[in-house]
């Protein structure tokens, strides 16, 4: 094979040095393949995935997709090796496969690289090293802390010329850009090679040799350019081309970064390369094809050898020709189906204004940034908030790659997609919202398995609060498929083969580890929304135990919630709940007897944190009160008795008591006179301003409709006047925080009409005043003819008939 002298040299192999998820590179290496027709392909990767390079030919295989290694014994050490439809590799391994030529990756294996992960982390304290990837890098990265598989400390071989500046890590396209006068690589990019073609001769090898000779004019100066463990990568390759070139002659073709050009046509003898290798780390590894995104690949994701626009590359790739009106038209396109008026005409007009700013700025062709500039200034009209659309959905994209069924998975993953299959919930890239009827088989089905994926910690889907309704028959979630939870559930594997086995054995040994009984609770209501009865046993046998031996009294309010919600979901779901139903109400009574005592000598914060438990125990037990556990009595009865305490007794909190107060009143446990003269006597003169102003807030605060209450009942509202007017200039400034903080929670609405309320001043009320009087649309009783006057209204909107006679009384 005849080769450019930067390229290889005349009997040697072909270099072609690309930049990784360039459509440039891509199509200028299927071009110079097509041309040397080599009788091998060898291709910058990891060795073990030559087994997986036949998927790439099946029709279920669309990319973006990558190469996931993980250690086998411990899977969350994982590297990945990402390739787009416009990745250089990835015309490679087609071009391959098309003309049924074999395809070999010959970078280090990912056996020496998960090693040295778990080398530096232990020699780092968990550090990872970020960004070290230049243009010429090889494509990979751990799923949460975006890395290169990186090298040893001091490589033994190939070391760098005494000018090399190695102790700063060199991006080759930043550099070449500067050189060039750019502050953008991206741009200098575009300009250089993704808008120009094969030059006046059509020489496809010229391109390749230009980028050669620049990456060895660098490496001159740079070295290993902080890359250090590129050297032993290197020496890897130069050893692999050799094995082929003894297989196949000199038709060989090299797909590499171009950073690693000079280094592969460099002289290197065989012992050399062999003992830089000697004695590197090792670990079992597995490797597979999984599903990637265009969100992943950019830069913004902190993918080392990502970019900044996959979406706009993409479009280049597939760009027959005029990139530039087939872009315009996509984003008019994507800005009509959000509403906004985007003509035709602005379609034009955008075209011209982008290649008018190409021609003004120099540039050979319009490039992303004159086309977002057309595109603001034209469809967007100056403004940067559709732009974001734009930004989002076209030059990053939400586009997920497929892999076909029969590529190498854990038994799990294989599970879960029969799972989604089973239950039509396909994986996507675009989040979007799910709602759920959980009457429904297929809807239940989906609510099970999100559920268990989320105890084994492979969050795809989060449950959001519902925009229409909140009963217990409905569930809304917020889905996201995103590449790295392939990694999750290779981890989650080693707890079952199957969704159902891996979250109950999971479930099961959270419990036994759990640290608070909050956390226990909370993994109980987890196992009943995913349906895991196996798991209960174990969850309840501890929950028991842990409520038994745990006495603190904020703990067990943190835990009731729970328990009772989860007996709520056992109802919708037809699961027996009836062990769990009597260690609520045993919680519950445990409670009851020590939360008096716990309210004693409590500062300001303790006092509030109280009074948030009280709000959730006085929710839980009227749930539970519905189907209370036999044996334990009247529980809601009980409660009001506890309140009862807690709100006439000096040495609690004004906070709590006044939130005791406005319970009972709102249970219809206690007449509007008592809670008048109990707020009566706590604004008296004697009672610190300070002590009053909390038991305000407590009374109509924190988001219990107290603001109402007051508009309701005049003699509250002048009771709260009038002690506010009569606070001393000197205390003022103490309560004013406590009473902005209550009154500010209120909607606009309604402190609008308090204020209008006390516009009138205190002499058209009073202590004594019966409630409403005075005030339009106020009446001390229910007016049932003005009530029934909404009943078609209300008969409409519910759907009912009009001479349905179910509403009638309601009003």
């Given amino acids: 094979m005849t080769t450019g002298a930067d390229t290889g040299t005349a009997a040697g192999p072909l270099l072609l040095g690309v930049r990784h998820h360039g459509p440039g590179s891509a199509r200028a290496v299927r071009a110079a393949l097509d041309a040397a027709r080599p009788r091998v392909v060898l291709i910058e990767g990891p060795p073990e995935a ?91 990265e751990s799923p949460d802390n ?26 080759p396209l930043a550099a070449l850009a500067d050189a060039a006068g750019y502050e ?16 006046a001769a059509g020489d496809p ?41 003894k297989e196949f002659g000199d038709a060989v073709a090299v797909v590499c970064g171009a950073w690693h050009v000079p280094a592969l046509g460099g002289r290197s003898t065989v012992a050399a390369d062999r003992a830089v290798l000697k004695g590197l780390p090792k670990v079992k590894t597995d490797m597979t094809w999984v599903p990637w995104t265009y969100r992943r690949l950019a830069r913004a994701s902190g993918y080392g050898a990502g970019i900044d626009s996959p979406g706009w590359y993409g479009h280049l790739f597939r760009a027959p020709d005029r990139p530039v009106e087939r872009w315009l038209t996509k984003v008019a396109g994507l800005l009509r189906a959000e509403d906004r008026m985007v003509s035709s005409a602005h379609v034009i007009e955008a075209v011209r204004l982008a290649e008018t700013l190409a021609v003004m700025r120099g540039r050979p062709l319009p490039g992303l940034g004159e086309t977002t500039d057309a595109v603001r200034a034209v469809m967007c009209d100056g403004s940067d908030v559709p732009l974001a659309l734009v930004h989002d959905r076209l030059v990053v994209g939400d586009v997920l790659g497929e892999v076909p069924p029969d590529a190498p998975a854990v038994p799990l993953q294989r599970d879960l997609d029969r799972t989604q299959r089973r239950l039509r919930l396909k994986p996507e890239a675009l989040e979007r919202e799910l709602e759920l009827d959980l009457r429904k088989d297929t809807d239940a089905g989906r609510s099970r398995l999100l559920h268990r994926l989320r105890l084994l910690g492979v969050s795809w889907g989060e449950p959001v609060a519902s925009r229409g309704s909140t009963g217990t028959f409905r569930e809304t979630w917020r889905l996201r498929w995103e590449p790295e939870l392939a990694v999750r559930i290779a981890e989650a594997g080693v707890w079952g083969t199957t969704v159902l086995a891996a979250a109950t054995a999971k479930s099961e040994a959270d419990a036994i580890s759990a640290q608070h009984l909050a956390d226990v609770t909370a993994l109980a209501e987890r196992c009943l929304l995913a349906e895991l009865p196996d798991a209960l046993p174990t969850v ?35 699961t027996d709940t009836g062990a769990l139903a009597e260690v609520a109400a045993g919680l519950a009574e445990r409670i009851f007897v020590g939360l008096p005592p716990a309210c004693a000598g409590l500062d300001a914060d303790a006092a509030e944190e109280i009074r948030r438990h009280v709000d959730a125990v006085h929710g839980a037990v009227g749930l539970l009160g519905d189907a209370p556990a036999p044996g334990h009595g009247d529980l809601r009865g009980r409660w009001r008795a506890v309140l009862k305490v807690l709100s006439v007794r000096d040495t609690v909190p004004g906070v709590i008591r006044g939130r005791a107060v406005r319970l009972l009143l709102d249970e219809g446990e206690l007449a509007q006179d008592e809670a008048a003269r109990l707020m009566g006597l706590v604004l008296s003169p004697g009672t610190p301003p300070g002590d009053a102003a909390a038991w305000i807030e407590g009374f109509v605060g924190g988001g219990s409709g107290g603001g109402m209450l007051l508009v309701h009942d005049e003699r509250l509202l002048g009771l709260v006047d009038a002690w506010l007017t009569g606070v001393p200039a000197d205390a003022f400034t103490d309560v004013l925080p406590l009473l902005r903080r209550t009154f500010s929670a209120y909607e606009p609405g309604v402190r609008r009409t308090l204020g209008e309320l006390v516009r009138r001043g205190p002499g058209q009320r009073g202590g004594a005043a019966t409630a409403g009087a005075g005030v339009p649309g106020f009446a001390a009783e229910l007016d049932q003819e003005r009530g029934n006057a909404v009943l078609p209204v209300v008969r409409l909107l519910l759907g009912l008939d009009t001479d349905d006679d179910d509403l009638v009384g309601v009003a």
């Fill in 184 to 199: 953008d690589a991206e741009r200098w990019w575009e300009d250089v090679v993704e808008h120009r073609g094969l030059g």
């Fill in 205 to 245: 090898l010229a391109p390749f040799a230009v980028l050669a000779e620049a990456m060895a004019a660098l490496r001159e100066v740079y070295g290993s350019g902080g890359h250090d463990r590129d050297l032993v990568r290197e020496a890897y390759m130069r050893l692999q081309v050799r094995a082929a070139q």
């Fill in 540 to 574: 309840m046998r501890v929950l028991a135990d842990r409520a038994a031996l745990d006495s603190d009294v904020g703990h067990l309010a943190q835990a009731l919630p729970a328990l009772v919600r989860s007996l709520r979901y056992g109802d919708v779901r037809g």
């Fill in 50 to 140: 030559d087994a997986l390079i036949p998927l790439a030919a099946e029709e279920d295989m669309r990319p973006p997709v990558a190469l996931l290694a993980h250690a086998v014994d411990e899977p969350g050490r994982s590297a990945f090796w990402p390739l787009a439809e416009f990745s250089p590799e990835w015309v490679a391994i087609r071009w391959a496969l098309e003309h049924e030529v074999p395809a070999r990756f010959i970078d280090l294996p990912a056996t020496h690289t998960l090693a040295w992960e778990k080398e530096d982390k232990e020699d780092k304290g968990e550090k990872g090293e970020k960004g070290e990837k230049g243009e010429g890098a090889p494509a990979s």
């Fill in 146 to 171: 975006p890395t290169e598989p990186t090298e040893p400390t001091e490589p033994t071989a190939s070391s760098a010329p005494a000018e090399s500046r190695a102790d700063v890590r060199v991006d």
